[in-house]
């Protein structure tokens, strides 16, 4: 038992492993019980179990095994993971549970395997059974085939692979054990139920017993086709739907089975494939030409024998059938004609497709041979070519079958005819197109009129079956003129005739066939019914012949009717065409003029001869009114244009009249139904004014509507033919540029370009040089639409005329044929016939050099050229070839014929010299284009081999047959090429140059085609081979190629392929497949595609007009000529022709613009951080590599799956980089609107950026920088900070690009490092850039360690990581460097800390070389000499992410502070000046240079107007942006020269300033305050400030902070910078809160930090040991009373509000903090009554409403202070007092007022005034009043002696002042002046005395000088300025006792007017301004003087004394002097100066 308890505490997963087999029962059963409870399949409890499964099924204990297989089968059913563990579990079962003897288990295993399949993991299952069949235990095969048969039974042969069992049956009925025999007896009969003969084949050979029983078998199984009744999962839906239907009484079934008729599996497809070649007799060739009969027949029954096989395996047979050929051709003998063409039959059988390369050359031979009349004769001959045709299509052997039709001998004719009818029998109406069937149908015709019956009987038959085949529609319009009893015939035959596949089945294979052009059936009647009603209008005779002298197919005219004159060509409808097309009888003049009479009036009738041409003119006036009212159908056009044309008709000699007349038929065209009948009335009159100068135009324009009612191509041609029957010159040209005209109007489509082109030469042969000109123009024009190939109809034309030609040529190159205005509208047929013209593309599309003559030059290549060619001898052999090429060349263009020329020149092909090879290739590219499109059926033949050739190990003849190839299949298309197994045998040998290549070509050209032939997958395991090949570059193409292969297969049908790879192959090939998935292009689509032939190469299919879907290559089976290289390279390409994507765009496209209109990133919670995790725990690969590999981009991937839109996925992960240039397009767009989601994904979208800096393109690179600057300026608004992980993993790369080559990418990384700073510590992004200085490019090093010197400059020391020490010495280093720049840029980086460190620098380098040290030592020195520039921050590091900067940091966020703190965070680092200017060392600091010595003895000689002249500084551009006036110190940096121009705006200056008063170092933050003083203090500039003043505030309290936290405890520092600091910034602040309009723009939230930071520096026990400390405490007691007087007083008061809430809520706070805040409060209490009508008294109650709130009654009684609701009650007791009861209407702001506590305290107020309380509080409100008077006529007399003091401080006024003094004194004997004398300097004192005195003696006459009275002037302090009246102090309003505080205060007050030292007292003295009126509010100027002049002494500063009255900033530099008696007279001669200057 304690085993038991033991196993039973473990978890299931243990218990499922246990070595108990008791604990492992228990485990599997509670596995069961977990497995059915879990619903859901996704559910992360499967995966715990993933690797236990094979487990439950093989456990050693048979009881235990048979839960593990119920358990097991649970798991497989519900698991999602299941599938992963399909091998090894079916494996499993395989071996351990079809061995065992339970019938439970093997049930069980068998559902298990069964399962399997049921979630798609059919062939890894049918896989592990068919190894299973190898066991030498019988059970274990038995069971296996079992379950292959049951599986086959539930599941189907769609499913179950049938051909690899079909293979092991054999074995298996040859087995020893019964019962294995009895199974596969079984599972034959099962497949032959879904297969039926099929299987017949392949089991021949099998015991005849055994193959009999199985036939009996057999014979009783149902005849229905079977169906499945089990469905994988992704069918099951389909299952419940087919079953709703079935149940609902539906044709369910009916549909259901259409698809599946007939057996799926071709018993070929199941064979073997047998080598007959090599067993052929080896005296075979030469027996075959024995010369007796005998010979040749044993020769011929030894191939009959070999080629029985059903199955033949691929190979050369092209001796062997040039052999039977020349037997079927030439023998006399006819038994032997029988017996080659059965070996005939027997080859084409055997191999199938592979055998349609010889085709060609056998089907004219054997339709000659049908001469021969005995039947068994014909029969052979019949079955050959029967068999024949099943190998190649009838596109292919057309040429060779319409050549014989017109044939003398009946038989053949009969035979062809019958022939056609069979093959016609095996099409769809996707493979009998029109333009084949239109050739076919004319040779047809004639036969039916043949004078043998059984001639014209075959010929109905064909006729009959094509009828069958495509319907009457697309059949009728060749029938046109076929009388109605042959009519008959033909139908009656179509009746008869039963298709191969059956109508419905052929409509399937149409589908198939081609996807894109549905219902081509009913479709592709329109154009060939137009067709031949054009041919039955008179033409002209060339065309007429078209169709019996050219064997190539349709005339060229027929194109007229393909696309009319539409631009909108593939969507028209017979419809539309039919009410185009008016045929109209040819009318009497009789009858016109009776029609006419009813719509004209009859006057207008009557005139119309008249003699009078002004009554001809009035009738042509009435007639046009006529027309225009008339109504289109009512209008009789022929009647009218025939009264027109009635005398005097076109001869007519009055201009206007003409004009009019030419007018009306212009609209009669335009508005009525006008036929061509009418249009030959007036076209000879138009033509014939159409040069006319009056009337020319309207002609013209009467053409162009009539061009448009009858079809330009039409009109064209009669107008061509009418001119130029002419020899009016002028009518000549006019015509011409009329056409031209048109053409543009119209479009090029359909018109006759053969007929053109000659009246074109006509008219260049002209003597008038206008009609030259006009042909040249026109010519330019249809060069346009038809390309170069134009020039050939004219090269015999002579030079001059070419020259001209070739110059209109090339003004139109590179221009796109304009989009068709005109004849578009009217033929726009309905979307549903839009396939029509797909069929047709080679009718109007044809080659342009179709319309050529072509040469017949089989009678040229004789058999002694053919000879020469195979020649022994290279020279003559040679020879031959030359004389080939001659040939063509001569003939131009050729026929398809040409004998036996390509076996010749195939031979060459891999002749062994190599310049005969070039040779013969350079032949085949001329046969190409001389050939034109015909050459396609000599690809098989010709062209494959040119592929051979491939495999050269030549570079030069890889690349002539690479050209080669590309010509021919320029004019054959793709389709030819990829059909049959040809082109996957290529690939299939193992030359890696044949290999590379061909997939190259493959490449290039698949990503262009819309379709292909499905024997594409027959190279699929040969493309699998390449990716593993052993040649890097034959992989990498094959990896190219691989995503085009998928493009037209699909992605299953390749994976599927991967079956027969091996395991490790297989998962990296399906790796590279999900990869190639990704970067899959869409298919072309057709508009696209036809845009994509090249409007400029020599090519094919010229006549597509512009908005060309006209043409849809490729859907038919006759492939046009696309031209993908161009498509895929630019070329003209879809953007050439842009017009058809506009007017037909792709379904998939419309799709992807929907798909794009949602965001692209898509905000996944947590999402970074579980990837962080993911990263930490090693879960996905870290992100670090020296070159991205696949496995990176693979996870990066599907990282991104989640989170970026599918779309923008494959963009960025595309294998083009034009679509990454697309991405980071769309993402700049993106990147404001999707702020969350860009940062959301910021670590992935880094990462991928990354992948991009490995690219080799220089444009995304330039993207992708230009998208990262955007990216880190939106990061560091945004306030973001970089992760480590995010900077990890992306600035080791971008540091990589900081070694670019190319400058301007160089200086984008430097910038996007620059702002990094921004968002990652400048500390951290150190050891980076470090590691960047480690690099092998130089030019990376060098800017690796200039910014590393930047980094040092901007943040000082601090950031050299891990310590300052290590940095430099690793610096230091590069100063050896090979490199001049690396070394230069080391040696300028460590001047940098030089100037920024000292020589501490020396130290921390150590050691250095002497060279290394004497060059640093010099270029310091050289350094030093530069001249010395202002220093400039130093900007201390901060962490970019902004800290709160104030516990209320949400009120930052309100009002105009908004973005504060980003907006200071950004100046402090982004403006890094480059200036590498430095100023001079300490030794040159002994001789003041000129420009700052004082001229002390001259200003102090100018006695009476002293002129103070400033030392000669540099003078900025004050007046344009405030520019600072820098001090040069000593080791600092320097302000770039190029300042101004750097901050060129005013906004900028200013922020920058402000960024620096934050500084971390000292001098940086007085120089920035300095200057923003300067501005404060100029009226006209302090407007600048305007906008800033929150930003500047926020800057000063984070200065303030910083000196409390940082610089206070900082030993190190001195101490008198610290006062220095503080006394700059109180300068400023008071400066600023003298100004109303400036401090009022302060807001509450800054307001509340600002005082918070005051007060704290109030209470700083630490500034007042300090000697200047008491300084400090005045200064800004006097700053707080400016504060609360000057800003806006709702938002002080609110301010101070919140800020009592927050320092009463801090239990650590001091009280005394509360306490002062308090007094602050009390202040703005006493100066409520002035203030009231400003305040905003809603926000006001509003906080005290919070305040009471957080604080309620009981709560604030608990204080131990009474004061803060003694506070809060006065503060309410004088709001009631000064508003009344209105004051209740002011709590709008407050929710529940009803709840509030302030609303009852202000009721009770109101209400019980009279109470005892109220009484008292009025008492005290009354004194705090009656205070306030007395304090307001103080502060009156304050100000008066204020403004006098003033007086007296001004050189102007200083007697005035005095006076004033002096009557004031009089006046007010008691008067008290002292605080205005105390703190000035002793001069002043004795000068207002002395003063004082002279006024007494000159107005008593009194000798005598009265007593100091101790009065003293107003001055400023240094930096400080003073206030323009003294302060009075917030008095004790509620008259409550007052603290001992303030006694101390007073007592302190009268130790100082006694002359005593208060420095002993322990209170603050910081509390003296909040209590009492008395305390003296300003430091002197001369006290602070003292101070600055002892600093002086130490540390040979300068510093500015700013005069804040008098608006002028006073600069002075002194030197310093040894003795202290300089000192001294120095401070005396100052004093002097200054009171002088007063």
Not at 233 to 258: N, W
Request: aromatic share 6%; charged share 30%.
């Amino acid at each position: 038992m304690g085993d038991d308890s033991e196993w039973m505490k473990l978890s299931v997963d243990q218990k499922c492993e246990h070595k108990l087999w008791k604990a492992r029962l228990s485990g599997y059963e509670e596995a069961l019980k977990i497995f059915q409870k879990i619903k859901d399949e996704k559910s992360p409890e499967w995966s715990k179990y993933l690797g236990l499964i094979k487990k439950f099924v093989t456990d050693s204990n048979a009881v235990v095994q048979l839960k593990g297989l119920e358990a097991a089968l649970v798991y497989v059913e519900n698991a999602h993971v299941a599938g992963k563990t399909t091998g090894e579990v079916v494996s499993g079962v395989v071996s351990k549970v079809f061995n065992q003897p339970k019938a439970k288990a093997k049930e069980l295993g068998t559902e298990i395997c069964l399962m399997y399949i049921e979630i798609e993991k059919g062939e890894a299952v049918q896989e592990e059974l068919l190894k299973g069949l190898d066991s030498k235990n019988p059970k274990i095969p038995v069971a296996c085939i079992e379950t292959l048969r049951k599986a086959l039974s539930e599941f189907g042969s769609k499913i179950i692979l049938l051909k690899p069992i079909i293979k092991v049956l054999p074995k298996l009925f040859e087995s020893r054990e019964k019962a294995i025999r009895d199974e596969a007896k079984l599972i034959a009969v099962e497949i032959y139920r879904w297969i039926r003969d099929a299987l017949k084949a392949p089991l021949q050979n099998i015991n005849s017993v055994q193959l009999k029983e199985l036939e009996e078998e057999w014979v009783k199984l149902p005849t229905g086709a079977p169906k499945p009744t089990r469905f994988l999962r992704s069918q099951q839906e389909l299952e419940a739907k087919l079953e709703q239907q079935q149940s609902a009484g539906g044709d369910a079934e009916g549909g259901g089975d259409d698809g599946d008729e007939g057996p799926q599996i071709d018993a070929y497809e199941l064979l073997e494939a047998v080598e007959i070649l090599s067993k052929l007799p080896k005296d075979f060739y030469d027996k075959i030409e024995a010369k007796k009969w005998q010979e040749r027949k044993e020769a011929l029954e030894a191939v009959e024998v070999l080629v029985k096989n059903p199955k033949l395996e691929a190979g050369d047979y092209s001796d062997l059938v040039k052999a039977l050929k020349k037997v079927v051709g030439k023998d006399t003998n006819v038994m032997l004609v029988a017996l080659a063409a059965k070996c005939l039959t027997g080859l084409a059988v055997g191999l199938r497709k592979k055998f349609g390369q010889y085709a060609g050359h056998v089907v004219p031979t054997i339709l000659e041979k049908f001469k021969e009349k005995k039947p068994q004769v014909v029969q052979a001959l019949q079955e050959a070519i029967d068999a024949i045709f099943l190998t190649t299509t009838l596109q292919s052997i057309s040429e060779d079958i319409l050549a014989v039709m017109d044939n003398k001998n009946p038989t053949i004719k009969q035979q062809t005819s019958l022939f056609i009818a069979r093959s016609f029998r095996h099409c769809t109406s996707s493979t009998l197109p029109k333009s084949l069937l239109k050739p076919f149908c004319a040779a047809l015709l004639k036969h039916i009129n043949d004078s043998a019956p059984e001639v014209r009987d075959a010929a109905f038959e064909a006729l009959g079956t094509a009828l069958k085949v495509v319907g009457e529609k697309a059949v009728n319009p060749f029938l046109a003129d076929v009388d109605k009893l042959k009519l008959d015939r033909i139908k009656e035959c179509s009746e008869k005739v039963e298709l191969v596949y059956g109508k419905k089945a052929g409509a399937t294979t149409d589908k198939r066939e081609s996807k894109a052009l549905p219902g081509k059936t009913v479709a592709s009647g329109a154009a060939g019914d137009k067709d031949v009603k054009d041919a039955a209008a008179p033409k002209s005779g060339p065309l007429r012949k078209a169709p019996a002298t050219k064997a190539s197919g349709p005339p060229k005219k027929g194109k007229p009717a393909a696309s009319g004159a539409a631009g909108s060509a593939g969507s028209k409808n017979k419809k539309g065409l039919d009410v185009k097309e008016i045929v109209e009888p040819e009318l009497s003049v009789e009858v016109c003029e009776e029609k006419a009479s009813v719509v004209l009036p009859p006057t207008c009738l009557q005139l119309l001869d008249s003699g009078n041409w002004k009554e001809r003119l009035a009738c042509m006036e009435e007639f046009q009114k006529a027309v225009e009212l008339m109504d289109r159908n009512e209008m009789p056009c022929q009647a009218l244009v025939r009264m027109l044309a009635k005398k005097p008709g076109w001869k007519e000699t009055n201009f206007q009249v003409m004009q009019m007349k030419l007018h009306i038929v212009a609209l009669i065209a335009q508005k009525g139904n006008f036929s061509k009948t009418s249009a030959q009335v007036v076209l000879d009159g138009l033509v014939d004014k159409i040069g006319d100068v009056k009337c020319g135009n309207n002609a013209k324009e009467a053409l162009t509507a009539m061009a448009e009612a009858c079809l330009l191509p039409w009109t064209a041609e009669q107008v061509m033919s009418m001119a130029f029957s002419q020899k009016n010159p002028k009518n000549q040209s006019e015509t011409l540029n009329w056409l031209s005209n048109a053409i543009k109007d119209f479009g090029f489509s359909g018109l006759n370009v053969k007929a053109f082109i000659s009246n074109v030469k006509t008219a260049l042969a002209a003597t008038n040089p206008a009609v030259r000109t006009s042909a040249i123009t026109l010519l330019g024009v249809m060069y346009l639409y038809v390309g170069p190939s134009l020039r050939m109809f004219f090269e015999d034309e002579k030079t001059a005329l070419l020259s001209q030609i070739d110059a209109e040529f090339e003004k139109m190159q590179g221009q796109t044929p304009p989009a068709p205005t005109r004849g578009t509208s009217k033929n726009v047929g309905g979307g549903a016939d839009e396939g029509e013209e797909g069929d047709e593309p080679d009718e109007g599309g044809s080659d342009v050099v179709d319309l050529l003559p072509r040469v017949e030059i089989s009678d040229k290549i004789t058999l002694e050229l053919v000879s020469k060619i195979g020649d022994k001898n290279w020279k003559i052999r040679k020879e031959g070839l030359d004389e080939v090429s001659g040939i063509i060349n001569e003939a131009k263009f050729i026929q398809p014929n040409i004998g036996e020329l390509p076996a010749a020149l195939k031979g060459r092909l891999n002749d062994s010299n190599k310049i005969l090879v070039q040779q013969t290739l350079n032949i085949l590219q001329q046969l190409a284009v001389a050939m034109g499109p015909n050459v396609k059926q000599h690809v098989k033949n010709l062209g494959i081999p040119i592929i051979t050739v491939l495999g050269d190990s030549k570079n030069n003849v890889r690349a002539a047959a690479l050209a080669t190839v590309n010509a021919w299949a320029e004019q054959t298309g793709m389709k030819e090429w990829l059909e049959g197994e040809d082109l996957s045998e290529e690939l299939k040998k193992e030359n890696p140059f044949l290999r590379q290549e061909l997939l190259g070509w493959l490449a290039d050209k698949l990503p262009a085609l819309r379709s292909t032939p499905a024997d594409l997958i027959l190279c699929v395991p040969h493309l699998y081979s390449c990716l593993e090949d052993r040649n890097g570059d034959v992989r990498k193409k094959a990896q190219d190629a691989l995503p085009f292969f998928m493009m037209h297969l699909g992605y299953e049908k390749m994976a599927k392929a991967t079956g027969k790879l091996k395991p490790t192959s297989k998962d990296q090939v399906l790796a590279m497949l999900e990869k190639a998935k990704a970067n899959m292009p869409a298919k072309p689509t057709g508009p696209v595609k036809t845009a994509s032939k090249p409007a400029g190469g020599a090519g094919p299919a010229k006549f597509q007009p512009v908005s060309a879907p006209v043409e849809d290559p490729i859907s038919s089976s006759v492939e046009p000529k696309p031209d993908p290289k161009k498509a895929r390279g630019g070329g003209v390409s879809s953007k050439a022709k842009g017009v058809q994507g506009k007017k037909m765009p792709s379904k998939s496209n419309l799709k992807e613009d929907d798909d794009k209109s949602g965001p692209i990133f898509i905000v996944v919670p947590n999402g970074k951080e579980q990837r962080m995790k993911d990263e930490k725990a090693l879960k996905v690969l870290k992100w670090n590599f020296t070159t991205p590999r696949d496995e990176y981009i693979e996870q990066l991937k599907m990282q991104m799956s989640s989170c970026v839109a599918r779309w923008l996925q494959d963009e960025m992960f595309h294998s083009d980089f034009q679509h990454h240039n697309k991405a980071l397009a769309v993402m700049v767009d993106h990147l404001e609107s999707e702020k969350e989601g860009v940062i959301g994904c910021l670590d992935l979208i880094l990462k991928w950026l990354t992948l991009r800096f490995f690219d080799t393109n220089t444009s995304v690179l330039m993207k992708a920088l230009e998208y990262l600057k955007l990216l880190f300026t939106l990061l560091s608004d945004e306030e973001y900070h970089l992760t480590e992980n995010e900077a990890s993993s992306f600035i080791p790369y971008l540091i990589l690009k900081v070694g670019e080559p190319k400058d301007v990418i160089r200086k984008d990384v430097r910038a996007i490092l620059n702002r990094m700073c921004l968002v990652y510590p400048a500390s951290k992004m150190f050891p980076f850039i470090m590691e960047g200085t480690k690099s092998k490019n130089s030019k990376q090093r060098a800017e690796c360690l200039e910014e590393l010197g930047c980094l040092v400059e901007s943040y000082g020391m601090n950031v050299c990581q891990p310590t300052p020490g290590k940095a430099l010495k690793e610096m230091a280093l590069h100063i050896g460097d090979r490199d001049n720049t690396v070394r230069n840029a080391a040696l300028n980086t460590i001047v940098t800390v030089y100037n920024v460190h000292g020589d501490q620098v020396f130290k921390l380098i150590g050691n250095l070389s002497e060279k290394d040290m004497s060059m640093l030592e010099e270029r310091i020195k050289r350094s030093a000499k530069r001249p010395a520039a202002a220093p400039v921050k130093q900007v201390e590091e901060r962490p970019p992410r902004a800290q709160n900067l104030n516990s209320n940091a949400n009120m930052l966020r309100k009002g105009p502070a908004e973005d504060m703190s980003s907006r200071l965070k950004i100046m402090y680092r982004t403006y890094r000046i480059q200036a590498r200017s430095l100023s001079g060392h300490s030794e040159a600091a002994h001789t003041v240079p000129r420009e700052f010595q004082l001229d002390l003895d001259e200003i102090e000689n100018d006695n009476g107007t002293v002129r103070c002249e400033m030392p000669a500084l540099v003078q900025h551009k004050l007046d344009d942006i405030f520019e600072p006036v820098l001090i040069p110190e000593p080791k600092i940096r320097a302000v770039s020269p190029h300042f101004d121009d750097m901050h060129s705006n005013t906004a900028s200056t200013i922020n920058f300033i402000i960024s620096q008063v934050a500084s971390g170092d000292i001098n940086t933050s007085v120089q920035a305050l300095t200057q923003i003083d300067e501005v404060l203090r100029q009226e006209d500039k302090s407007e600048a400030m305007s906008g800033h003043i929150d930003q500047f505030l926020i800057a000063t309290f984070m200065q303030l902070r910083l000196i409390y936290n940082t610089h206070m405890a900082d030993e190190k520092l001195d101490k008198d910078e610290i006062i220095k600091l503080y006394s700059c910034i109180i300068g400023n602040m008071i400066s600023l809160f003298q100004m109303e309009n400036l401090a009022r723009e302060a807001s509450t939230g800054v307001l509340k930090d600002l005082m918070h930071g005051l007060i704290t520096l109030m209470l700083d026990s630490r500034i007042e040991d300090l000697e200047e400390g008491q300084q400090v405490f005045r200064s800004v007691n006097l700053l707080v009373v400016k504060v609360l007087e000057k800003s806006d007083q709702t938002n002080i008061l609110s301010a101070l509000l919140v800020l009592l809430q927050d320092s009463l809520l801090a239990t650590a706070g001091s009280p005394k903090f509360s306490e002062l805040v308090m007094k602050c409060l009390w202040r703005m209490v006493r100066l409520l009554p002035d203030t009231i009508n400003s305040i905003n008294l809603d926000r006001i109650l509003l906080d005290i409403h919070i305040f009471m709130k957080v604080f309620p009654k009981e709560k604030l009684k608990q204080c131990k202070s009474e004061f803060p609701i003694r506070t809060l009650k006065t503060l309410l007791h004088t709001l009631c007092k000064l508003k009344g009861p209105k004051i209740l209407d002011h709590l709008t702001m407050i929710d529940n007022k009803n709840e509030s506590e302030l609303e009852a305290h202000l009721c009770r107020m109101m209400k019980h005034s009279l109470d005892q309380m109220g009484s008292k509080s009025d008492k005290e409100t009354e004194k705090g009043a009656s205070r306030i008077d007395e304090k307001a006529s103080k502060a009156k007399v304050n100000d008066f002696l204020a403004e006098i003091f003033k007086k007296i401080g001004s050189k102007e006024n200083t007697k005035e002042g005095l006076a004033e003094l002096y009557e004031y004194k009089k006046k007010y004997s008691d008067a008290d002046i002292e605080p205005f004398l105390k703190n000035s300097s002793q001069f002043f004192q004795s000068y207002v005395e002395r003063g004082l005195r002279v006024i007494e003696m000159e107005r008593e006459g009194k000798g005598r000088i009265p007593s100091s009275t101790g009065i003293s002037p107003q001055m400023e302090v240094s930096c400080v300025p003073a206030p323009t009246s003294t302060v009075s102090s917030v008095g004790n309003t509620n008259g409550e006792e007052v603290g001992p505080s303030v006694y101390l205060e007073r007592l302190k007050i009268l130790r100082q007017r006694c002359g005593l030292e208060n420095t002993k007292q322990d209170d603050r003295p910081s509390l003296t301004l909040l209590s009492k009126p008395s305390v003296p509010a300003v430091a002197s100027s001369t006290d602070m003087l003292h101070s600055k002049l002892s600093q002086l002494r130490e540390s040979r500063e300068q510093h500015q004394h700013l005069d804040l009255d008098s608006n002028q900033m006073h600069s002075a530099a002194t030197s310093t002097s040894s003795t202290a008696a300089n000192i001294d007279d120095l401070k005396k001669r100052l004093e002097r100066i200054k009171s002088s200057r007063k």
